[in-house]
Every structure is written in C-alpha cells, then in structure tokens.
C-alpha cells in the first residue's frame, strides 16, 4: 500500500461568483481576469490568491446516481471562484482596505457573490504530483450534506474518508479540501450585488481535482471507483455538482504577486 501523500493545512476560503447578465459572458469573465485580479492580489498578506474559470457549459461531471443531485441547476450555475489563501489569522485585518476597494468594484463584473469559509486551517492541499507537473485538466467539485447529517461528522467524511480515497486512485495531480461552516452572508455583505443563498442549496464542502489530461478526466468520472464513492457519499450527500474547469489562474503564489499569472 502506498503511503498517505503529504498534505498541508492552509488557512482558505472560496467566493463564489456569478457574471453580470446585461453583457457577454466572456466580458465579465475576462474584467474578473484583468483589472479585478490587480486588487485582490495587492490585498496585504496574501499567501495565494487564485481564479478558478469554469466553462460555460457546465450540466455536470459527476455520473447520475440514485439519491443524488448531480445535474448542476442552470439558474444557479457557478461562472467562477476565486480561491484566497491568507498567510496567518490576522492577515484579513491587514487587508480590509483593499477589501473595500474589491467590495466597491464587484458591481461592475459580478451579480452574485457568495463567500465560502470554513474553521481556520481546515482546508487541505494533497502532494499527489510531482514537484512541476501541472493539472491539464481539472473539475471543481461541491458537495451539499444531507439536513440530518451534522456539520463535524460531515467535515470528517470528507477530510478523513473522501480525501484519502480520491488520492488513493493514483490519477489525480492536484486535489485539494475545504469543508464549510454554515453559510453567512454578513461575512461577505458587499453592496450592490446580490447575496441570496436558499439553506436548501447551500454547499458543505468542495474538492478541486486535477489530471493529466481530458482523457484522464473523463476515464475517472467513468471508472467502478468514483460509482463506489457515489454509493459510499449517498448517505451523508444530496447532491454533487463536479464543475469543469476551463482555466486555472493564480496571481498570487507564497506570498508574492506574480508578474503574469500562471496557468
């Protein structure tokens, strides 16, 4: 058996974010990618600061399985995430000035933000890869608990269960965990631009996968592991949404603002 890939606890949280409507798509894609990027990555503090770009069209990744959610909603299908990675806990505090600046600039890309965060250093980056081998591909994967589950046995689930099975498959060249507190929208009240959230689709928990390639992708969406995970998720799980992702952008790496950011 393989030895248990090493992992790191980083203190993260994600934003969900929706594009305007009243213009192209890709117009609001592209102002997140520049000039948004340029005030989040002066932020003070910053370990990492990456966009995650998911394709336009995106019904879901996930196989259809009994009890499960898996087609992702058209009404409330997710345009982008950005991934904020502070170095320490006061580090927010070190940048609420630049957060103003962000807040005040949301309305002219964005119609929905939601902030994601879970307790401090309960996200989990995987070393599944070798030093330099980049994703060239990758799915984004949220999932959302069943009522009667609990919020600490659910984040078990998924930091004790989940995670060393998905690195276990041998495939994956990035994978990283965060498992969410509940939902609250004052820790993210930006003005201008809508905070609806309905309990009955909130998110729990969210899994970035990596590949070598599409192929690789599509043969583990497809393979008697991932319909074993189904079986095993369906009990705690209501739904699955595994997003594709078309462009992973990072603009901020150990702390230092890249000249040109990195796919």
Request: overall charge positive; hydrophobic content about 40%.
């Amino acid at each position: 058996m393989s030895a248990a890939p090493h992992k790191r606890k980083p203190l993260a949280s994600s934003i969900l974010l929706w594009v305007r409507a009243d213009q192209p798509r890709q117009t609001g894609m592209d102002y997140w990618r520049d000039p948004h990027s340029g005030i989040i990555s002066a932020t003070p503090g910053l370990e990492e600061y990456r966009q995650i770009h998911l394709a336009e069209r995106n019904p879901g990744l996930w196989p259809d399985t009994r009890g499960l959610e898996t087609a992702i909603p058209a009404d409330r299908r997710i345009d982008g995430v950005a991934e904020v990675t502070f170095g320490s806990l006061l580090s927010p505090l070190r940048g609420r000035a630049q957060t103003r600046l962000a807040f005040k600039d949301e309305i002219n890309v964005f119609r929905r933000t939601l902030l994601y965060a879970g307790p401090p250093y309960s996200a989990r980056w995987y070393d599944v890869a070798e030093p330099g081998r980049r994703p060239g591909a990758r799915a984004l994967v949220y999932l959302r608990r069943r009522p009667e589950v609990g919020g600490r046995a659910f984040r078990k689930l998924v930091t004790g269960e989940l995670a060393p099975a998905l690195a276990g498959t041998g495939v994956l060249r990035e994978l990283r965990t965060q498992t969410f507190l509940p939902w609250n929208e004052k820790l993210w009240d930006t003005p201008d631009v809508a905070h609806d959230n309905p309990s009955g689709q909130r998110f729990h928990a969210s899994v970035m996968l990596g590949f070598d390639d599409l192929a690789a992708r599509a043969a583990f969406f497809a393979s008697r592991e991932v319909e074993r995970l189904s079986s095993a998720l369906a009990p705690h799980v209501s739904a699955i949404h595994a997003y594709d992702v078309s462009a992973a952008l990072t603009f901020v790496s150990r702390g230092v603002i890249l000249p040109h950011y990195r796919q």
